[in-house]
């Protein structure tokens, strides 16, 4: 599979992002919550949601989520990708000892969101995509303490063709359990981590 994923990486995240917005930006400050998993070999996923700060709109959320099946020949994937601010509402607990994600992805705004699934021949290499999933995720997390860290000052940039992500984070960390579903799917044996960020962002701009 990691082949697989440096391929999506380099070669299918621009075609993926076009006509999409050109700038999303978040600066999380707050709780956090994160989980990713493999639940088999064919397919691999990641979640983030994270309270978000602005001086114009107040508090509210982010969620970004990238996830990646292979059928067992190979022969093509489907790449979901959900990248909005989300109501502060829809994240909630007042320390990372529980919180919790209740979503509709139906209610995203798809002018100033990144929400589609796309379809990938790893043959042709042909793309199709259409916006989507809409549904249910709700997961909640418990903090267990097992592990913890401290991220000082983190910077990354990721260049994939013409679409760049720039991460900076600060943060404390700690290992947590996870429970609940995402699109109707439950999440059995995930890796979560729950923490808070203090004056962390991420943004992800395509470039002309």
Do not use: W
């Amino acid at each position: 599979m990691k082949r697989l994923f440096v391929v999506v990486l380099l070669v299918f995240v621009p075609l993926i992002m076009a006509a999409q917005p050109q700038r999303i930006k978040f600066q999380q400050t707050g709780e956090f919550a994160t989980l990713t998993s493999a639940p088999d070999p064919l397919s691999n996923f990641t979640l983030t949601v994270s309270r978000t700060a602005s001086t114009t709109s107040g508090a509210g959320a982010s969620l970004q989520y990238f996830a990646v099946t292979a059928t067992p020949d190979f022969s093509s994937e489907t790449v979901v990708e959900i990248i909005a601010s989300i109501p502060a509402s829809a994240f909630t607990g007042n320390t990372t000892k529980s919180l919790v994600l209740d979503l509709d992805t139906s209610t995203l705004d798809l002018t100033t969101s990144i929400l589609q699934t796309c379809t990938i021949d790893l043959n042709t290499f042909t793309v199709v995509c259409a916006p989507g999933p809409f549904g249910l995720i709700h997961l909640e997390f418990a903090e267990n303490g097992v592990q913890r860290t401290q991220v000082l000052d983190f910077n990354e940039v990721v260049t994939s063709g013409t679409t760049v992500t720039h991460i900076h984070q600060r943060s404390d960390n700690s290992t947590a359990n996870v429970q609940g579903s995402i699109f109707g799917v439950p999440v059995v044996g995930a890796s979560a981590t729950v923490g808070v960020n203090r004056d962390s962002s991420v943004e992800v701009f395509r470039r002309n």
